[in-house]
């Protein structure tokens, strides 16, 4: 079992619909990013979360500690949302970042 | 250009052979990292330096895998004697220091590497 989960791997959205990504994860962490890849490998970073919620734009993250779980949300998404969204880790006690395999979200007009 | 600069942006190179790629950090940042990715994964961490210090380097990484930090600015990541398993995008990211980061990485466009 990978140390971080994401799901779910695939997702296809109607333009307009709002979107949940989710990220689970084993191990003790120091905080928590949200990375956002378009095709040709740019790797954007969205969030870096340690506790609660962050809002940027139409994107909301959320983390719960206890649970070892995060979402990322996406209201009225649009096509352009449209990438593979990563969940990455670090992980306490050490500068080592874990990543998920990705979200990949395509949003149709 | 004020990001994380990455050369080459491909190498191709026979098997056996030496690579050495180069990666610029944003001036401010003192933390940088090397990551690996691979078609459909996500990226594998590889090493971290903070300022000119490797701090941490992932067991994934073998003797055949070196980096370095000299002055605290820029990095190399050499891969001797080249595998095909090693063909990869390389990816470089930094960051800044810890009592200033509230954003995360800023990651360079990687250089992708074809060992034939």
């Known amino acids: 079992k990978n140390e971080v989960e994401q799901s779910p791997q695939n997702l296809t959205a109607q333009e307009g619909e709002f979107i949940t990504i989710n990220c689970s994860y084993s191990?003790?962490?120091?905080?928590l990013h949200w990375l956002q890849q378009h095709p040709g490998g740019g790797i954007v970073s969205l969030f870096m979360l340690s506790s609660g919620k962050k809002k940027h734009g139409r994107l909301i993250a959320t983390i719960n500690i206890q649970e070892k779980h995060s979402s990322l949300h996406i209201t009225a998404s649009h096509p352009r949302d449209s990438a593979v969204y990563i969940c990455?880790?670090?992980?306490?006690?050490?500068?080592?970042?874990?990543f998920g395999t990705g979200t990949r979200l395509k949003v149709l007009a | 250009d004020t990001g994380v600069s990455q050369n080459p942006r491909h190498k191709i190179t026979k098997r056996g052979q030496n690579v050495t790629f180069r990666c610029d950090p944003i001036?401010?940042?003192?933390?940088l990292y090397w990551y690996r990715q691979t078609l459909g994964q996500g990226p594998e961490f590889l090493t971290y330096?903070?300022?000119?210090?490797?701090?941490?380097k992932s067991r994934l990484l073998s003797d055949r895998f070196s980096a370095e930090r000299p002055k605290g600015s820029f990095s190399t990541l050499e891969i001797q004697r080249t595998e095909q398993g090693d063909s990869a995008m390389y990816l470089c990211?930094?960051?800044?220091?810890?009592?200033?980061?509230?954003?995360?990485?800023?990651f360079g466009s990687g250089t992708r590497l074809t060992v034939v």
């Open positions: 990455a880790v670090g992980t306490s006690g050490t500068y080592k970042y874990i």
């Open positions: 191990v003790g962490i120091s905080a």
């Open positions: 001036s401010e940042h003192n933390r």
């Open positions: 990211a930094s960051r800044l220091p810890t009592d200033r980061d509230d954003y995360g990485y800023t």
């Open positions: 330096f903070q300022n000119e210090a490797q701090l941490e």
